[in-house]
């Protein structure tokens, strides 16, 4: 089903590379509707698909080198528990990816991501002002999020 409003997300080339990638680390949890190649695009043949990951639809376009991706967008995992933040940071971070702060990463692509544990969440809008505090200030020191260290 279309989505009133999708990301379209820019990718050098090698669109099915890119889906491939994303499926090893979405698993059974991303689906291709539609993936094809398009002639006479603006800088000549181009690449277009729609990916849905865990029910929200993605589009994706290989269209050369004149986009890259910036922090000023970054999609946000809702992880579980400390195995499932830890499964995405180390997929994502991993063979080209790298690590920033505050539980926010970069795939090989140069995509943005937020891990952030449900936990987190809770913390950081809990109505005690001195555990909203105390997870805050512990985040601002993490690169991945630790769960243990926000609750201590």
Do not use: H
Request: include cysteine; aromatic fraction near 14%.
């Amino acid at each position: 089903m279309q989505n009133k409003i999708n990301a379209c997300l820019w990718y050098e080339k090698d669109l099915p590379n890119v889906i491939e990638y994303y499926k090893s680390i979405f698993k059974d949890n991303i689906k291709v509707i539609y993936l094809g190649d398009l002639e006479n695009g603006p800088g000549g043949e181009y690449q277009f698909a729609t990916v849905e990951i865990f029910g929200k639809n993605y589009d994706m376009l290989a269209a050369g080198p004149l986009f890259k991706f910036t922090e000023a967008i970054s999609l946000t995992i809702s992880t579980d528990d400390q195995e499932e933040t830890d499964y995405y940071w180390n997929v994502l971070t991993t063979n080209g990816g790298s690590e920033s702060v505050c539980g926010w990463c970069k795939d090989k692509y140069g995509l943005s991501w937020q891990i952030e544990p449900k936990k987190l969440r809770e913390l950081s809008t809990s109505g005690d002002k001195e555990k909203r505090d105390y997870a805050m200030r512990a985040m601002y020191q993490m690169k991945k999020i630790i769960i243990a260290d926000l609750e201590k």
